[in-house]
């Protein structure tokens, strides 16, 4: 009986739950986005798989001069994350293999080595350059926004998860700023004390215009 | 004629006023919501009445074996908290009535008692359980996503108020979760150690499933 | 047995508890605070007492010209709401009491009327004002740092709770800023174009120098 | 050779910059907005003119009463800003010209004198008076939503640039606030204690009703 | 000739580096902290052993009867994390491991299989269960304060890192608030309306008290 | 008579104004840091010396290869903006003169040209270059962590204001990191694929070693 009253009776409280279906907020791209993100998919349209994403699974093709490769789980990717402040990556180094300079302006990052050695390093704006070499289970964090690199220079492939203090870490990579761009040969050797010769040569390699 | 001038001239400012009609954010339940909250209502449309509510001012109805009812005041039910990060909610106890344990995984909460009296408390991360006597007039806050309840074991019913710094501060009830849910009974047993006579029992009164 | 077992091996979950007693950040005064707030108590020193307050129980004292009191749960009182992103106050309004014209630079506050009528309002950038009168059980909001007033213009006194959005909303009362302050009659005067005599009777009042 | 391989494959890097079109949210004022600003324009429509403003350029006519200008370079004005975290202004004082007391509900600002000399300051929650004599070159900051001024004591004009915190500060001016509005003149005297005579005198000047 | 120019005048950019050395604030825990983290250790006696951990390079003993092991690296753990709004933990299951239902009350949750199935899920407030199972290389996410779990139900260990949107995300362990602490017994009784006989014997195995 | 009781009585408003005094927080740089900035000033101390600032009136030297100058108002320049989250910096180029590409990686700038002309820009993490010429009295904003430069290609000099959405906002330029720091050339090289003899040439100019 005190049961079947609980039934009938604590559904007064029920009502409330309604209000707080706004623990997540799963991306949909086809609205336009806001400063914090994308907008949220209905509730009603969330399912399990909205929450889990396979695509770092797959080992990156390494078999390019880099001998490395990203595979980004932002939110451009994994919807899921949106709204969250973190998000993924899954970094395939071949023996050699380089993820060359680069910065993520809007979030810090983790990284765990889960298989092979890693050498990291970051330069702080005091232009201190922090290094270490990382082996499995080793994890490194660069602080937001500051040039880091990772590189193998082990001699087996190496596998690295990393995360993000953002759901959109963004990701400039150096050279393509540079040299994969239409940023005018004049103007980056103005700005970099590069020679003009080197630049157009990495441009000639990347495929920058100007 | 001094102040003829005044209101011919002093125009020049008026325009630049127009650029701050970005003081609140009345939600419009319309569009589809961001991470940051429900889209603005447009400020046009915005009328004294976006910001009262009156809905807290009805007693919940206590007439149920918790003897007890919580009617929130978040952005789904009054939109004019939406991106002031702030909400509010009604809490009525009868007499042995019981909020029952329960997080806000968004929000920390502060409480103030109105009439009556309130056993209230919460659970740290360490285990450490907070316990006080509220009586009339005072108040207790409740840190972010902690378990906490509000029970009253006094001999007359009893009434508070609780602030939330969240406009969305979520709400999860740890009972609706595991009982009312269709979280399948071997899980449950699995990852709370609890009896699976337990849960069903009380899957059985509270409706949930599997 | 499969308890004893439990008991002695669940206790390796145990150590990661300890990362976690950063669930709340009680206010020790007597440390420098930063632009996030005062530094943490130690949670060993901690107690349910810290989470608590009292001081809002006692009626203030509306023996005065503007009949009116308000009572502060900031940061500064109850040092427990430190990090919280939340605090408290009271308002008593005697028949024909006044909260007079005020700003909290750095918070939203929400109002709940729980004795009398209210008649509360804001005025926004644009310079809409919002009135509203509100009876008991009724809530307003006030967006972040914009001036607003509660008066009791109903005939039995009046009593409501704040909160705000920030565990140090500040407050900035005009006629104080203005008229108890130090600043310079004629600096008042060149950028309020209040008359001279009206600043200097306000001055006289409330004890402003300049 | 090395450079040909180079090209094929570091394409594999490629993708994941798609990832990170988010760097930036130029404001698309036809969307509706959200608590965290406007919606953000389509990236491929986005070109430099976008994150650059001429509005600044150009002097604020200061041939009246105030003797002074205000030209906003806010979201709405300049959506480069949207999401930011940054808007700016330009301030025009004729000799004796005056910006007269106000405030920011959402922002601090930083005001760096260009030409002449500024007398600038701010009124905190304690009531103290903090003024400052600026001259060229100058900087000055005035924190979150505090009352404050600016006026040109000095026999030229003076040109000032401020920045804000936020790319939607807000701007309350307490004249227009009190005067420019239809805030009735009872309830201005009763939460302000000035004078109605006052109060009707500068409304006439301001347009203000009630 | 101009190598030495520069050498001696781009000296003048130098100073302003020293301004920006806050790329980081490694925790210092021996200082009191504050509601953002912990206070900054000097830059001056920082190296990049501060921003690598190899605690997370260790199996967890999961010789227990959870079969189960967590590993932190949070702030109090890894103090290069502290500020960075990022932490990490590692995860130990043996085939039948279990990670008993939690939450963080201040962070997302990111999780990544590295080795082995594992099936995880949390609870929505609206009592919504998201279940998946995970194979090796998926990632998952946990919404900020939501109850969830993971456990291993296949036939060989499984091991996973997670990571967290804070340096300090909290761990609230369901059974450890009830079952471990001084909860007492018949307010857990009258807050989660188990059963006493239940409460006691999960105390008993727990060893909580009250 | 009215006036000496409002004198009398208005007092116990005074007490609540104590509790507001974190209206802002000068820094005091003798005590640690935290996460959020410097711990604050004791507001007795504080003058309105504390929210200004002289040093950006004065020319930066220019007589140097890059013929430009950066002289910044950070929180450690200017404690004054600690916790305000915003900052200045005073950018003087002669004609010819360069700021050398770099990013802040803490925030977003917004840049004002006071006198001149200048030539600026930034590239996106989608390796788009937005470049502008600006004119006095043009601003431009350059959203937080990307690499933006800044050069004066008139024929006179130019002076440009620039502010910061952070009170530290960091400042990370590029050749300094790569060349003027123990960054090892064959890491350099490795991770920016630009030449050995490049590298070695430009760390002569700079100082770096390695």
Same mark, same amino acid.
């Given at each position: 009986?005190?049961?079947?009253?609980?039934i009938?009776?604590?559904l007064?409280?029920?009502?409330?739950s309604?209000?707080?279906?706004?623990?997540f907020?799963v991306?949909d791209?086809?609205?336009?986005?806001?400063?914090?993100g994308?907008a949220c998919?209905k509730?009603?349209?969330?399912?399990?798989?909205d929450f889990?994403?396979s695509?770092?699974?797959?080992?990156?093709n390494?078999?390019?001069?880099i001998?490395a490769?990203?595979?980004? /789980? %932002?939110?451009?990717q994994?919807?899921g994350?949106? !709204? &969250?402040? $973190?998000s993924?990556?899954? *970094?395939?180094l071949a023996s050699?293999?380089?993820i060359p300079?680069?910065?993520h302006?809007?979030a810090?990052?983790a990284?765990?080595?889960?298989?092979?050695t890693?050498?990291?390093g970051f330069?702080?704006?005091?232009?201190?350059?922090y290094?270490?070499?990382?082996?499995?289970?080793d994890?490194?964090?660069f602080?937001?926004?500051?040039?880091?690199?990772q590189?193998?220079?082990?001699g087996s492939?190496a596998l /690295? %998860?990393?995360?993000?203090?953002?759901?959109?870490? !963004? &990701?400039? $990579?150096?050279?393509?700023? *540079?040299f994969?761009?239409d940023?005018p040969?004049?103007?980056?050797?103005?700005?970099?004390f590069?020679?003009?010769?080197q630049?157009?040569?990495?441009?000639?390699?990347l495929?920058?215009s100007?």
């Amino acid at each position: 009986m005190k049961m079947v009253l609980t039934i009938l009776f604590i559904l007064s409280l029920l009502s409330l739950s309604h209000a707080s279906v706004v623990d997540f907020c799963v991306g949909d791209l086809t609205f336009p986005n806001g400063p914090a993100g994308y907008a949220c998919k209905k509730p009603s349209k969330v399912t399990a798989d909205d929450f889990a994403y396979s695509g770092l699974g797959i080992a990156g093709n390494t078999s390019n001069i880099i001998k490395a490769a990203v595979t980004p /789980a %932002f939110g451009a990717q994994f919807p899921g994350v949106n !709204g &969250l402040g $973190i998000s993924l990556a899954r *970094l395939d180094l071949a023996s050699g293999g380089v993820i060359p300079l680069h910065t993520h302006p809007g979030a810090s990052e983790a990284l765990v080595v889960v298989q092979g050695t890693i050498c990291a390093g970051f330069v702080a704006s005091d232009n201190t350059v922090y290094l270490k070499t990382l082996k499995k289970g080793d994890v490194m964090v660069f602080p937001q926004g500051l040039l880091h690199f990772q590189i193998n220079d082990g001699g087996s492939s190496a596998l /690295a %998860f990393v995360s993000f203090s953002s759901a959109n870490p !963004g &990701l400039q $990579i150096l050279d393509f700023a *540079l040299f994969k761009s239409d940023f005018p040969t004049d103007l980056i050797a103005a700005t970099t004390f590069l020679d003009a010769a080197q630049i157009k040569k990495l441009k000639g390699v990347l495929g920058g215009s100007g």
